[in-house]
DNA sequence: GTATATTGTGAATAGTGAATCACAATTCAA
DNA sequence: TTGAATTGTGATTCACTATTCACAATATAC
């Protein structure tokens, strides 16, 4: 049965999405361009009318990650002014998205693993640049504020930022014994806060 | 030219440091049997004298990197009896490990990718495991000690601690611009230790 | 020194999966 | 309605790679 012709914008949704599914179920090694067409109801070699071959698809699946991403930071702009508490919000936030998109830790490594060529990491460092200048903006705006330390580099709270996150949802995703990565946020964020926190705000006594 | 017949204890090695080689320049991407089997001076059907197929080398790979790993661990061990400090220096040690090591990521992200079947993620489990395991322990020694926050979960601030390490690393291997792994952690590790340490021992006036 | 186990070789197999292309169908504009 | 652009199809090509196997050479034990 001959699939309805559709234009191109929509099928490269669809398949950007199919191509994140298939990643999610099997992982990136059962990422084939076969599969991708079977879920979109079209022949592969119809594929290539919408993608100019497999890596860029991945390339369109990295991209919806990091709106995704973005688009968590205009969230919690939205929720909160405080920049403690923008910065608390988007780190439940962005476990969220880490852990309930499979595909998520697969697509990052992949644009690591077939980086043969250093070309293909510009897309990836590209993602992950700007939204550690969109977590950096909100420290920035913290220390300014008062709230947060001044001499603490904001980048460096910003890769610190995502190392909450990342290693914890990998263990999440190994299926660790045991290890619930919401609760490892719990525990977490209080101590990386009173890291970042001027000394003379750590409240005192609040134990016991 | 034909091989000079070598114990399948040496072909091991080699064979398993050739792999880890040719990841390291090319990637995963370009790791192949007849590229090992070249590069270590046998022809690529000889290898499966030695090792049951690619992912048994793999496995051999990740166990290399595991033991090195571990001997960071017994090495901060002999050099330090402060657990803070033993923190600091495993750290060091580690970030030196990961990035000086340009093969480790892409096997660590490898038996992520490849996890198709759930048990080949046991290997993983269990070198990331192990790892979490020995600097729990120095958490907890601290904790007994006093230098460290008895509320605080010793896998949390353990996973906390590979946070501060693995985000760096990548970061660096992607040639982010201007990133030094080194900085970072120079400028992560007062961060993180003073959301570790007792209020009470939280020095007063270092500032200025 | 001889037998046996171990290791290396070359060729063949076999499956895979991406990409190309000529052609057909269908949408859309004019 | 007509014609051009767009999209879908099927077949094919192409390169690549892991793996197996019968056989040869070499180390090792006795």
């Known amino acids: 049965m001959r699939a309805t012709k559709t234009n191109t914008d929509l099928r490269q949704e669809q398949i ?7 990643i999610a179920s099997g992982g990136l090694s059962s990422l084939s361009m076969a599969g991708i067409a079977e879920r979109v109801g079209i022949v592969p070699s119809a594929l290539y009318r919408h993608y100019r071959g497999k890596e860029a698809v991945l390339d ?20 909160a002014t405080d920049a403690l508490e923008r910065l608390r919000l988007l780190l439940i936030r962005h476990l969220t998205l880490v852990v309930e998109t499979p595909a998520f830790l697969h697509v990052i490594f992949a644009h690591f693993a077939q980086a043969d060529h250093q070309e293909r990491w510009s897309a990836l460092r590209d993602t992950m640049g700007s939204y550690l200048q969109e977590v950096a903006l909100i420290v920035e705006q913290g220390q300014q504020e008062g709230d947060i330390r001044s001499d603490i580099p904001s980048r460096t709270a910003a890769v610190m930022f995502i190392g909450l996150v990342l290693p914890a949802a990998m263990l999440h995703r190994l299926s660790m014994d045991g290890f619930d990565p919401k609760s490892h946020l719990t525990a977490a964020w209080p101590v990386f806060l009173q890291g970042l926190v001027q000394r003379s705000e750590a409240p005192l006594g609040d134990e016991t």
């Open 16 to 22: 950007a999405e199919a191509a994140m599914e298939m």
């Open 60 to 79: 369109a699946v990295l991209n919806l990650l990091r709106s995704r991403m973005l688009a968590n930071v205009e969230a919690v702009r939205g929720e």
